[in-house]
């Protein structure tokens, strides 16, 4: 045993068992392509066996942000890396891929590899409802530089789609349809407004409960993982029905919107389409935040917008129905003249 290490602050020996605890969790999370097995310095995948003939790689990374701060206050860590996958595939699948594997990274103040099992749990729970393989990571004891109980995630996720099926948004035209998939909540965007409203101004704490969320706590609501849409957007890929896809993340509506759009055109939106979750009427009132901001921080019920052929809204709905998504039309596509996202 590494003594002199130890005396520095990094535990060598809990580094090795936090590998023999997360190793069931990784062969859960296995797929077509997988090569080998995790301790290598690499990790491994066949892309050729998968059978593409123009295959595009879509690389993705994010991370959670102080929504680990939350998953602290409760005492909860088994959900947080839920969120780290969907942050990362989402934001490939909005361009078309399908996720082939993924990789995580932890740092942290001491290692406690129950905790580290909990959060790597998380993260093959994501990988699975993805349809993506954990093939590699990194936990790293920094001591001086995080506290010992606490720690930080990230991940980073790689994808394939046909040259010929990538999701660029060009294609969008004026009179286009825009279809919402919803989202679960918050999901892992604006946490620090989220805790400066409801913490600091409103004086709430992870155990309050609010008539307005059903009595449910508030640690409970704002920790529901990130919705995954890989599954439902698969089929509308496959029947080439989607012309661009927005992911719904930090910026809100007025941020990620456009980013789908040609510069010629802009997004019609009518708030008035869907019922808000109660839990973002909560965060605005308890930090008296001006309710067009809202649009600008977070995604106010709606996790990914579609922009598709308005004589195809609803096939584009009928698929989404049959993967249990229960897509709504929130407005359409119309030439731009001043603003990017036009709310109504």
Not at 33 to 51: C, P, R, T
Not at 105 to 110: D, E, L, T, V
Not at 125 to 141: F, P, S, Y
Request: one cysteine or more.
């Amino acid at each position: 045993m590494p003594q002199a290490y130890e005396e520095a602050g990094v535990s060598v020996e809990a580094g090795y068992e936090v590998v023999r605890r997360i190793k069931s969790h990784v062969e859960r999370t296995g797929r077509p392509g997988v090569m080998g097995g995790i301790g290598g310095f690499g990790g491994l995948f066949d892309l050729a066996s998968l059978g593409y003939s123009d295959p595009i790689l879509i690389s993705g990374t994010d991370g959670v942000g102080t929504k680990l701060m939350l998953a602290s206050m409760v005492g909860r860590h088994d959900t947080i890396g839920i969120d780290c996958v969907a942050m990362c595939v989402n934001d490939i699948a909005a361009q078309g891929a399908q996720p082939l594997f993924f990789l995580d990274y932890i740092a942290c103040g001491k290692n406690n590899p129950r905790l580290l099992e909990q959060v790597v749990s998380g993260v093959a729970d994501g990988c699975v409802e993805a349809g993506c393989a954990l093939i590699g990571g990194e936990t790293a004891e920094m001591p001086g530089m995080y506290s010992p109980d606490e720690y930080d995630l990230a991940g980073f996720s790689v994808g394939v789609a046909e040259r010929s099926s990538i999701v660029d948004g060009s294609a969008i035209a004026n009179g286009d349809a825009l279809i919402a998939l919803p989202s679960s909540g918050v999901h892992s965007n604006g946490f620090s407004l989220v805790r400066h409203a409801l913490f600091d101004v409103a004086g709430y704490n992870a155990s309050t409960r609010l008539d307005a969320l059903d009595g449910r706590t508030l640690g409970d609501v704002l920790l529901t993982p990130t919705t995954i849409y890989v599954k439902a957007l698969a089929p509308l890929f496959k029947a080439r029905l989607v012309k661009g896809v927005a992911h719904i993340t930090g910026g809100g509506f007025i941020e990620n919107i456009p980013r789908m759009l040609p510069s010629s055109l802009a997004a019609r939106i009518d708030t008035s389409s869907w019922n808000v979750p109660p839990i973002f009427s909560v965060i605005e009132g308890a930090g008296s935040i001006p309710h067009a901001e809202m649009f600008n921080v977070f995604n106010m019920g709606v996790g990914m917008v579609l922009a598709v052929d308005a004589a195809r809204t609803d096939e584009t709905l009928a698929l989404l129905h049959g993967s249990g998504v229960a897509g709504f039309v929130i407005g359409d596509v119309v030439t731009r003249t001043d603003a990017d996202v036009e709310l109504r």
